[in-house]
């Protein structure tokens, strides 16, 4: 039979059974809390390092993990972990982590809570868009290794799911190696706050994340889709106050110009993802930016100022839509208020605000969105408030800057599509005086515009970078006007198109560059109607009507006139071949036609100082027309102008003029009167060494031009000149001019000359000025130093040349003139009486040889008594018995065989016996002297008493003893003339 256990002993056992369980839970516990508190943590100490690098290839260390197993909660203190390059990678003070249990019974990781202090990661965007956790990651878990199971998912992060995340403190390094050299961003302080997270893709969930960070002043909203691998995000992206800097490095490769101050702030929905290329698009977008400071792209900090293209109080935008693939953005109106827009051209003529698009003009049209196509962009319209625009343009020599104030501009719609036109209106001042305003259409490329175009009131004077490219000139003051209709078309080379309308230059003041004297001055000028085309040029105007017009021409001291340094030159001017200066018709490159142009009251200032005294003229009261004025042929113009010299004389131009630049002949008459002669003493001075006392003249200048050949007539009448003192200079002419003005003056005191001048215009030593009183001088000096010969019309009259007024021949011995001398006294008599200024100079003179042997004749004959006029026969007797009677050795016979043989002639006989016989004569010692005072004296009586030569023309000098014998035996004297 067996026992029963008392209920004692059953109640013992029961309770012995519980103890046991419960010593054993309590023993699982105290396990599991040992296992929780001391050696979990140990192990994630020592376990977490070694994943991070078997998984990610870091080295990390932690300070101290504290584990709650029966909150299941973790919290790390300390870490931090360096990647392959030794370069901290993740690091924070602490980590709290609570893990949700059931989601792990699903195989993903779940935290329900993680909250980080001051964490620090460092994310780099690598040169394939990748980031560098991702590469770590899947450098260290290639597919190959995994187990064939897990084969689908090597490469890819474990699924971890956060329930919420706080991020406080914590710093973030971001570095881009994305583009050219590398940039690094640093976010500090980072506070985020993330619900729902998750690293995959989820089917179930809707994936809606809202995220807000604060970078300084700069704000992160953010709201949306995301997926950690493959990265992919998909939302509403908004940042607030966010620096240039910024904003700037993220467009870098793909906005056009260079954001280098302001406040942004944008808004915009985004689709993002990264598969291999890096996709991102964005839509409905919004920009503002406060102080904006847009720029190109800067080399050097120096450069930046220079590249400055836009700042703005403020600028909006709307719509903006932008496609990284695609390359392409879209925006809707630009609104700006408050800009400055700089504007430059460089000296390849080049515009800085189309530099970033001049690659990608030539494919502008296609809409090929693949590999290597060209960046497209759409803008609906821009308008400007409150704004100004600044032009500075390097082309000319001296840059040009240019500045629009209180402008308004409205511009269309504007594309990479740069053929397409441009529809704009804009007005404004500019700063250096005047209103413009201007409205029409234009395309960029190719470059076309048409323009209706209105100026008032603008200065010249800050145009003066391109008036002194093309001349010497600077404007010190002037007004313009301007109304008409402007196109222009660059479709192709050379530019082309036309301006029609009117305008008016008011006030001008023009000068030279270099210089500060006055050059070109007018009350007004005005053309109406004006028609320019640009190619081929052609220029037509109706009228101008030219007011108050003074010009002051300056030979400086160099012979240099200020006009010729008007026009830029340099070593390496040519010509241009015919080609590009005349058309395939003939026709110049460019033409011209002015209808007619009238002058009034106007001024023409001359002053040469070469000259010492200095000389100095104008013409004024100048007034007139000329009509017809082309450089195409057949044109015949008319010119009209009359006006005053020096304040006294009258002046009057008259002629045709025929086509400019062309072979076609101008005749143009210049008259002037009552030119006061003291004026042009400078030049008497220089070129004929005396000053001008008094007199005046009156020129007649008939001009032929034909082409570039001239020949002129110059009647120049010179009425009572009177000379003043010398004055020394050593360009005066080296002969008694004196002399030579009293020849060419009349008895009633007149010169009346013609100067007959031609030559080459274009050669550089043809001065009509110069060759004008080059060739009075000439005549001058010709007339001084050979004066008898300026007698000519007289000498004429008596059928001699000029030179032989200047002597008359004697007989031999005698006082009586040789056969057809005495003429001659009768033609110097006429030239006394019609040159009363005149004097003669008479010197006697003698020829010692002939006359002393005429003079031994004579005494001969009167000892043998050979009367004059005794036949030849009775003479040779006379002088055979004369022979035979003196003490000579050789007979009369012998002497005739030594006189050609015995058979000379009866002449030659005579003459062998005289000269033989005068041998043994002696003359007194005042014979030849008494001849030559004999013939003197002669002469004066007979030019006084039979020619009519009065008693202050004719001086006798003292005789001389060199006058010249011919062949005849006659003794050639030679007189002087001078001035009384």
């Known amino acids: 039979m067996k026992n029963k256990e008392s209920p004692v002993a059953v109640n013992r056992k029961r309770r012995l059974s519980a103890r046991n369980i419960s010593i054993v839970v309590l023993v699982l516990v105290v396990l599991y809390a040992i296992a929780g508190y001391a050696l979990l943590p140990w192990w994630l100490e020592r376990t977490l390092p070694e994943r991070l690098e078997q998984h990610m290839g870091w080295q990390a260390g932690i300070e101290e993990i504290q584990v709650n197993p029966f909150t299941m909660s973790v919290e790390a203190v300390g870490l931090e972990a360096r990647d392959a390059g030794g370069e901290p990678v993740v690091a924070f003070d602490s980590l709290y982590a609570n893990l949700g249990v059931w989601r792990l019974l699903t195989g ?26 991702a590469r770590d990651w899947q450098a260290n878990n290639p597919g190959g290794e995994e187990p064939a199971a897990e084969a689908a998912d090597s490469g890819e992060p474990p699924r971890i799911y956060f329930d919420r ?36 893709p989820r089917e179930d969930a809707d994936s809606n994340y809202y995220l ?22 998909k939302g509403f992206l908004k940042l607030g106050d966010v620096s240039h800097e910024t904003l700037q490095h993220f467009l870098k490769p793909y906005l056009p110009y260079q954001l280098r101050s302001g406040s942004v702030t944008l808004s915009s929905q985004y689709e993002l993802r990264s598969a291999g290329n890096l996709y991102l698009t964005t839509s409905e977008g919004q920009l503002t930016i406060e102080d904006v400071d847009l720029g190109l792209e800067a080399e050097t900090d120096e450069a930046e100022t220079e590249n400055g293209l836009l700042s703005a109080d403020r600028l909006s935008v709307g719509d903006i839509r932008f496609g990284l693939n695609e390359q392409e953005l879209s925006t809707g109106t630009v609104n700006i208020d408050g800009v400055s827009l700089s504007l430059r051209r460089d000296s390849n003529g ?22 290597g196509a060209p960046f497209r962009w759409t803008v609906a319209g821009v308008e400007l408030a409150n704004s100004a625009v600044n032009w500075r343009d390097e082309q000319p020599p001296m840059p040009a800057d240019l500045a629009l104030e209180d402008l308004s501009i409205t511009i269309g719609e504007m594309s990479h599509r740069l053929e397409e036109p441009v529809n704009y209106n804009a007005s404004g001042a500019l700063n250096g005086g005047g209103r413009l305003s201007i409205n029409g259409q234009a395309t ?48 192709r080379d050379p530019l082309t198109g036309t301006f029609s309308g009117t305008g008016e230059v008011a006030s001008l003041d023009m000068r030279l560059g270099d210089s500060d004297q006055p050059l070109i001055r007018w009350q007004s000028v005005r053309l109406e109607p004006l028609e320019y085309n640009v190619a081929p040029a052609r220029l037509q105007i109706g009228t101008i009507t030219l007011v108050g017009p003074a010009i002051n021409v300056v030979r400086d001291s160099n012979g240099v006139h200020n006009v010729e340094r008007i026009v830029r030159s340099s070593p390496s001017d040519k010509p241009a071949p015919v080609g590009e200066t005349a058309g395939s018709d003939g026709e110049p490159g460019f033409i011209f036609r ?8 106007g001024v023409i200032s001359y002053t040469d100082r070469t000259l010492d005294p200095t000389f100095a003229t104008r013409f004024d009261q100048l007034r007139g027309s000329v009509t017809g004025v082309s450089n195409v042929a057949p044109q015949q113009g008319q010119i009209s102008i009359q006006g005053r010299v020096g304040d006294v004389a009258t002046m009057t131009l008259d002629g045709s003029v025929g086509a400019l630049g062309t072979d076609d002949t101008s005749d143009l008459k210049l008259t002037m009167e009552n030119v006061s002669l003291p004026m042009l003493s400078p030049y008497f001075g220089r070129y004929l060494g005396y000053s001008v006392d008094s007199g005046k003249l009156k020129l007649d200048l008939d001009y032929e031009f034909s082409g570039s050949r001239l020949d002129a007539a110059n009647s120049v009448i010179l009425d009572r000149l009177e000379l003043g003192g010398p004055v020394p200079s050593d360009e005066a002419v080296s002969a008694p001019v ?16 013609n100067l007959p001048i031609s030559g080459d215009l274009e050669s550089p030593d043809f001065s009509i000025g110069q060759v004008v009183m080059k060739t009075f001088v000439n005549l001058v000096a010709k007339a001084a130093t050979s004066p008898f010969s ?33 003429v001659k006294l009768e033609a110097l008599g006429k030239a006394l009486s019609e040159r009363p200024g005149l004097a003669l100079n008479v010197r006697g003179a003698v020829a010692p040889e002939t006359d002393g042997d005429a003079l031994r004749r004579q005494k001969l004959f009167e000892q043998l008594g050979i009367a004059n006029g005794a036949a030849a026969s009775a003479r040779i007797a006379r002088l055979e018995q004369a022979y035979a009677d003196s003490d000579y050795v050789s007979s009369v016979e012998s002497f005739r065989n030594d006189v050609a043989g015995g058979n000379a002639e009866p002449g030659e006989w005579e003459q062998a016996l005289v000269k033989r016989l005068i041998a043994d004569i002696e003359l007194p010692p005042e014979a030849l002297g008494n001849l030559a005072t004999s013939r003197g004296v002669w002469l004066r009586e007979q030019m006084l008493q039979e020619h009519g030569a009065s008693d202050n023309q004719v001086y006798l000098l003292d005789p001389v003893r060199d006058a010249t014998a011919d062949e005849a035996g006659t003794v050639t004297i030679s007189f002087e003339l001078d001035v009384r």
């Open 738 to 753: 004196k002399l030579g003005l009293a020849l060419l003056r009349d008895r009633k005191g007149v010169i009346d000359i």
């Open 444 to 491: 960029l490329a190719p470059f076309t515009l048409e323009a209706g175009l209105s100026g008032s009131g603008i200065a010249l004077s800050q145009f003066g970078a391109y008036i002194n490219q093309a001349a010497n000139l600077e404007v010190r003051d002037g007004l313009l006007s301007v109304d008409g209709n402007l196109d222009l078309d660059q479709q």
């Open 165 to 200: 995340i706080r991020v406080s403190g914590g710093e973030l390094l971001f570095r881009d190696f994305s583009q050219q050299g590398q940039e690094e961003f640093r976010v500090t302080p980072l506070d985020i706050a993330l619900n729902d997270l998750a690293t995959w």
């Open 350 to 371: 080049q515009l800085n605000v189309l530099a970033p698009f001049q690659n990608s003009a030539d494919e502008s049209g296609s809409d090929d969105g693949g590999t």
């Open 108 to 133: 993903i990781i779940a935290l329900q809570d993680i909250e980080l202090e001051e964490p620090y990661v460092r994310l780099d965007l690598l040169e394939d868009y990748s980031v560098n956790f």
């Open 790 to 822: 300026m007698l000519g019309s007289i000498a004429d009259f008596a059928g001699l040349s000029g030179e032989e007024l200047g002597s008359v021949r004697f007989e031999a011995g005698r006082t009586e003139l040789a056969e057809g001398e005495g």
């Open 594 to 601: 002015i209808g007619q142009l009238m002058l009034e009251e």
């Open 212 to 233: 807000l960070a604060a970078v300084g002043s700069q704000t992160i909203e953010w709201e949306g889709n995301l997926s950690i691998a493959p990265l992919y995000s």
